[in-house]
């Protein structure tokens, strides 16, 4: 059975001629991202902190499956990264909110194309073979 994927005119013009690594300083930025990016609950927290400061407790009811060490966890590493910002207010009890850095509402333009993305492609369209 042979089975074209759409794919072969992307790969057909790297054959003998045409070295196809990738730039090696652009696939370890990519690597990069990938790190910080990476985990299961990370993109939904800064998804969640969009539209501004939260919360622990609102946060967390926010994201449904997420438990609290977990929502800990993974704060801690974005704001080790530099994408989320924690203040503690000095309060009875105590209050403390997550809100985005610059740098991450740096990422709101790949966020609206992961959002067209999915709409296109999402869902049940992903399961579907097209035929040409």
């Known amino acids: 059975m ?12 790297c054959e003998d001629d045409c070295d196809c690594t990738p730039d ?12 910080v990016l990476g985990g299961k609950w990370k993109l939904e927290i800064l998804f969640a902190l ?10 967390r009811r926010s994201i449904g499956g997420i438990i609290q060490h977990m929502l800990t966890t993974q704060l801690r590493e974005l704001e080790q990264a530099g ?3 924690r203040t503690a207010f000095a309060e ?18 790949a966020f609206k194309e992961i959002l067209s993305w ?15």
């Open 92 to 109: 009875k009890p105590l209050r403390v909110e997550y809100e985005l850095t610059d740098a991450a509402y740096g990422l709101l333009p």
């Open 118 to 132: 999915s709409k296109l492609y999402g869902g049940a369209n992903l399961a579907v073979t097209h035929e040409t």
């Open 50 to 59: 969009m539209n501004g400061s939260v919360r622990f407790g609102a946060l």
């Open 2 to 13: 042979n089975v074209e994927t759409g794919m072969e005119s992307l790969t057909s013009a």
């Open 83 to 85: 994408l989320v910002s």
């Open 24 to 35: 090696p300083a652009l696939l370890a930025d990519f690597k990069h991202a990938i790190h």
